[in-house]
């Protein structure tokens, strides 16, 4: 906050509000302070006009026509549906999509196909997993049942996790880079920014018991 | 006067640009696409997963989560195969509907887009 003033009472704004406002404005020593005022009101009507708090948090999504990647010649306008449309029903989160779909799946709002094939079989697993018990920041308690909801075993183990407890090496800048959990988390399911969300278990209060202990 | 002004037009287009962003997790698959002469297809994870749990098309469908990293041929497609087994005129629109599928801009890249919150150091 201390840079962003810094920038507006910087030189190039100040000239900016001279030409916007009354030229009358330059050199008058007296104007200074109220001209200074102003500006940070200015800043701070910006800023709450771009980030709504959170009793008005408003969800938004760009029509198709306008979201930089479809092409607005193309025919395919004309049938497919907008996002506003579709996700505007579902349990508001912030980010992402700004759906929480696990909500969405578990209070039966979308009840999205678990298979094509009639032979596949649907697996599901009711283990949390305690992770990062090492580490400075909140300990990560893993669900199994929310994430094999929409996933099946595969997906992840063996090739990005071994199914043995405690056998796997987590690393955030790994993560981040599109890795391990970051294969869908920053991707698909909810971003990276959301820490407390896999960061959930403080580490100075007793553990869940039920929950198996693993890296 | 000359620089006051340039200010004026550069804080003006910064105000009135409209950030044109995907939806999060929209997938453009145009490793063939423009080559074969079809504009690049927009795949929206949102659209599917309100339809269809990931482990369908993840699982089930084979398809790789990594965006560029299938190599998706319309010869499979009217196989059968990745979108064909839904894409088949039963499920859902069949492969001679081109356009809804082949429906982005030209010179976009096989990515995934729409991250919001994360376009970060990663490779996405």
């Given amino acids: ?215 | 006067m000359l620089t006051r002004l340039m200010m004026l037009i550069a804080l003006g287009a910064a105000l009135a640009a409209a950030p044109a962003e995907a939806e999060y997790a929209d997938v453009v698959l145009n490793n063939r696409s423009e080559k074969e002469g079809v504009r690049p297809v927009i795949f929206s994870h949102w659209f599917h997963r309100i339809r269809f749990r990931c482990k369908v098309c993840h699982d089930e469908l084979g398809f790789k989560m990594r965006a560029g990293a299938n190599d998706v041929r319309m010869v499979d497609i009217s196989n059968g195969k990745f979108c064909g087994m839904c894409h088949n005129g039963q499920i859902a629109w069949g492969a001679e509907r081109c356009d809804l599928c082949h429906s982005g801009r030209s010179g976009l890249k096989s990515r995934i887009h729409g991250g919001h919150e994360t376009l970060g150091p990663g490779r996405w």
């Fill in chain 1, 1 to 215: 906050m201390r840079a962003t003033s810094k920038w507006l009472s910087g030189s190039s704004f100040r000239n900016f509000f001279d030409a916007v406002f009354h030229k009358e404005f330059v050199g008058r020593r007296s104007d200074k302070l109220l001209r200074r005022r102003v500006l940070v009101l200015v800043a701070a009507l910006a800023l709450v006009a771009q980030a709504p708090i959170a009793a008005e948090w408003v969800r938004h999504w760009l029509p198709l026509a306008k979201d930089g990647i479809h092409d607005p010649k193309s025919p395919a306008l004309k049938v497919l549906q907008d996002p506003a449309a579709a996700l505007s029903r579902l349990p508001a989160d912030r980010v992402g999509n700004q759906v929480n779909w696990v909500a969405a799946l578990e209070q039966g709002v979308i009840n999205p196909r678990t298979n094509i094939l009639p032979e596949t079989k649907v697996r599901i697993l009711d283990t949390d997993i305690l992770l990062n018990l090492r580490g400075g920041t909140p300990i990560v308690r893993f669900p199994h049942r929310q994430h094999t909801l929409w996933l099946d075993c595969s997906n992840c183990h063996e090739h990005l996790f071994q199914s043995k407890a405690g056998a796997n090496k987590f690393s955030m800048e790994r993560i981040l880079q599109g890795e391990q959990c970051g294969v869908c988390h920053g991707a698909v399911s909810f971003p990276l920014t959301a820490c407390a969300r896999c960061h959930n278990t403080p580490r100075d209060k007793p553990l869940p018991a039920a929950a198996v202990r693993g890296s």
